[in-house]
C-alpha cells in the first residue's frame, strides 16, 4: 500500500508538544523517535507503540492488535500494537499513550 505523508505529518504534528519527536523512513514505513529511542511506527497508514510486558494487557484491553508481518512464510510479530483511535484526534490523548511508550523504550 502506498505510504501517505499526510497521515504521518497528521502523527507528528500530535506529537509536537513534546518536543524532539522525528520519524526516519524504515522498513516499508516509518519509525517515530524521541531522543534516539523508537517507541512507535508507522507503516501503511497505521500508528503502532512499543509495548512492554507491562503495557501489553492495556493495548488487549481496547482490543488493539500487534504489528505483524509475513517473513519466510509466517506471521512476525513485534512488539508494537495498534494506538487506539483517539490518539489521532486529540494531542492530549496522543501524549498519553506516547510517553507510556517512550519510557519502555
Known sequence: MPKSSAFLDHILELLRP???V????????????REGKMFAIVVDDELY???TASTRA???EHGL?????????KE???SYYQAPAE???EARVMGEWAREAIEGS
Open 65 to 73: 492488535r500487534p504489528f505483524t508481518y509475513k517473513r519466510k512464510g
Open 18 to 20: 513534546m518536543k524532539g
Open 22 to 33: 522525528s520519524a526516519r523512513a524504515m522498513f516499508g514505513g516509518h519509525g517515530i523517535f
Open 87 to 89: 490518539c489521532l484526534d
Open 49 to 51: 507503540f512499543k509495548v
Open 58 to 60: 492495556t493495548y488487549l
Open 76 to 78: 512476525v510479530s513485534l
